[in-house]
């Protein structure tokens, strides 16, 4: 496995019960290979504020994820700026903990759970793959809908399958004379 390229490792043995703040930025090196890796024009900026702290269940993990980046829209290729501003609540788990195949009920202030190896955690590739996570998967720009009536493609609206019971409310309308 590859190592990431916005890896900012924080040793296990240095977090404890009580909050620790780490801010963290990546480098322009850093921001070139996550845009490549995740397919976007450009990242100007990635960072991110967590408040790191050993827990009973794990290393738990909040704060925000901060960037700016230029995705292409998938219709006209025409750049799109996106600015990312995510909330992070992950809980760090050694691999292979007890209770990790079991199936939980989530709810709205639960963690997402992520497994480590060795001794340490990556707070950098949590931020790069957070970011990641909060675009969209399918951006679109101003143009895009004018090039795909263009190039003779449907709305959702005008494709919507006219069924065999369509015009059924139509007819129970219909009062007989």
Known sequence: MTAPEFSRPERIDT???????VTIT?????RAALAARFGLV?????????????????????GRVGADVVQACTVTDEPIPVTVD??????????????EDEEIELDEGSLDTI???????????????????A????????NAAAVLRDAGVLT????????????LGDLLGKKPS
Request: hydrophobic share 50%; aromatic share 4%; charged share 25%.
């Open 135 to 142: 675009l969209d998967p399918f951006p679109r720009s101003a």
């Open 156 to 167: 959702e609206e005008e494709a919507k399958p006219k069924g065999a019971l369509a015009g």
């Open 42 to 62: 450009s990242i100007g900026r990635l960072d991110a504020t967590l408040a790191v702290r050993q827990e009973a269940a794990g290393i738990a993990v909040r």
């Open 15 to 21: 977090i404890g019960a009580g909050e620790r703040s």
């Open 115 to 133: 497994p480590y190896e060795g001794g340490a955690i990556d707070l950098g590739e949590a931020a790069a793959e957070t970011m990641a996570l």
């Open 26 to 30: 990546a480098d322009a090196a850093e």
């Open 86 to 99: 995510e909330p992070v609540a992950l809980l760090f788990v050694a691999e292979g903990f007890a209770g």
